[in-house]
Every structure is written in C-alpha cells, then in structure tokens.
C-alpha cells in the first residue's frame, strides 16, 4: 500500500466519523446540539481537522443526508419488490417512509427540513438522492393514469407523504390516525387500478 493511499484511506474515515458522531449527535439531542466544537470534542480531532473535511455544519449535515438518502433508498426499494401488486408496492412505501421518519427523526430532517446546500430535483442531485426518488417513482409509475405526467405525479405522492408525516411527528395530526391516512392517499392514488 502506498502512503497516498494509506492516507486517502485515513481521510475517508475521518469523514465517516465526523458524519456518524453528527448523525448520533443529532439523534441524541437534536440538531442545535451538533457544533463543529462539540463535533470535534466528539471525535477527539481539532475543530482545523473537521473544517479540512467539511466547509462547516451546514456541509456536514448535506453529508449526513445523502447517506440517509442511499439508506432510505434501501429501505423503499425492500418494501416496494416484497409487495405483490402496484397498489400493495404504493402502500409498502407510505409505510416504510413512514417508519424511516420516526425510527430516523434527525436524520429525516436533515434530508427534508433542514435547508442543506444539495440540488434536490435536478440531474446534478446526488446518486443517493436520485435513487431515493427513483424507488417512490417505481412505484408510482404502474399506477399513473393515461396522461399523467409520471415525475409530478411522483413528486405529489412523495409531497403528500412528506406532509401526512411531518403533521404526524409536530403534533398537528394525531399519530393515531396515521395509517387511515396512508389508506386514504393510496386508495385515490390507485383508484381504478386493478
């Protein structure tokens, strides 16, 4: 092994362990908490070592969700071939982004709250993020109407989710009715879909 290499090597962990210790960080105490002075603490490194990585907490926290991106993606793509029809594969997602939200909160909102410097929606979007959408558009697709335009119908199923979800987790929708809402969305989302 080279020193080059030895040295990319080292590089690349530091950045896994920056972006893992603001991932827990911001799981265990929420995002105000996550400080490139308290990162550094974290991870025994000098804040120069954190800002030779990253631009700051912002570029940080743009790490942190594209590796939740690629990780939902996983999640989606699972839920979505286990299902056994279009209609069950549009609910599997409803549910599996669903629990993603609520088993992953910090990382959620660093992917769909939080303002992070990544172009969502664009071809130049992250592979992760391009994947993410890509298994909610799989399964939106064998559900599209003649005429419907396949991305935005994607997007307002993805929107619509987002919505149930982030008025389910702020208290502004009672959780307990939650799945009759997902049933709702994926009834007229399916409607006429044999």
Request: overall charge negative; aromatic content about 6%.
């Amino acid at each position: 092994m080279t020193i080059q290499t030895r040295r990319e090597r080292e590089r690349a962990e530091r950045e896994r362990l920056i972006v893992t210790a603001a991932r827990d960080l911001a799981e265990a105490e929420g995002w105000d908490a996550v400080t490139t002075r308290r990162l550094a603490a974290e991870i025994e490194y000098s804040q120069p070592v954190l800002y030779s990585h990253f631009k700051g907490k912002d570029a940080i926290m743009a790490a942190v969700a594209v590796q939740g991106c690629a990780e939902l993606a996983v999640e989606l793509r699972a839920a979505r071939t286990a299902a056994g029809d279009p209609r069950g594969a549009l609910a599997a997602i409803g549910e599996a982004y669903t629990a993603f939200a609520r088993r992953r909160p910090a990382l959620y909102d660093a992917i769909f709250t939080h303002h992070v410097d990544l172009p969502f929606a664009t071809p130049e979007a992250p592979a992760a993020l391009q994947e993410a959408f890509g298994e909610l558009a799989q399964a939106v697709e064998p559900v599209a109407a003649d005429g419907d335009d396949p991305g935005l119908l994607t997007e307002t199923y993805w929107a619509a989710l987002h919505g149930l979800v982030t008025l389910m987790r702020s208290g502004r929708l009672p959780e307990r009715a939650h799945e009759a809402r997902l049933e709702l969305l994926i009834g007229h989302f399916t409607a006429g879909v044999v």
